[in-house]
Nanobody
Framework: QPHLVQSGGGSAQPGESLRLSCAISGGLLDYSAIGWFRQVSGKESEGVSC????????WYSDSVKGRFNISRDNVKSVVYLQMNSLKPEGTGVYYC???????????????????????WGQGTQVTVSS
């Protein structure tokens, strides 16, 4: 079972940027897609951005499209989420996850209880507030 270790995040003011990292043990390319999900207290987990490892296709939720960018470093087996122009509604706990055998869009549409998730990161708090 892969081990996902997250870093980054923290607090930012509206309009600022933060970057999240997700280091994947066992090799990033062993999974069909890696993605980021956001959990806000009292709400269902939301797929924020996901990336297919086979063809590099990317998917973004409408709420972050144009402001967030997901990328990867195959050598380091790390996936990043660059979050620009942050908004207060971006506040929440962010989790990275790995799935097989689905691609980016399908992954981000999955509920957190889906059996296709192979592993989750430990979660990191992002707070956007003035």
């Amino acid at each position: 079972q892969p081990h996902l270790v997250q870093s980054g995040g923290g607090s930012a003011q509206p309009g600022e940027s933060l970057r999240l990292s997700c280091a994947i043990s066992g090799g990033l390319l062993d999974y069909s897609a890696i993605g980021w999900f956001r959990q806000v207290s009292g709400k269902e987990s939301e797929g924020v951005s996901c990336m297919s490892t086979k063809d590099d296709s990317k998917w973004y939720s409408d709420s972050v499209k144009g402001r967030f960018n997901i990328s990867r470093d195959n050598v380091k087996s790390v996936v990043y989420l660059q979050m620009n122009s942050l908004k207060p509604e971006g506040t929440g706990v962010y989790y990275c996850a790995a799935v097989s055998p689905f691609g980016a869009q399908a992954m981000c549409a999955m509920g957190p209880e889906s059996p296709f998730f192979k592993s989750w990161g430990q979660g990191t708090q992002v707070t956007v507030s003035s």
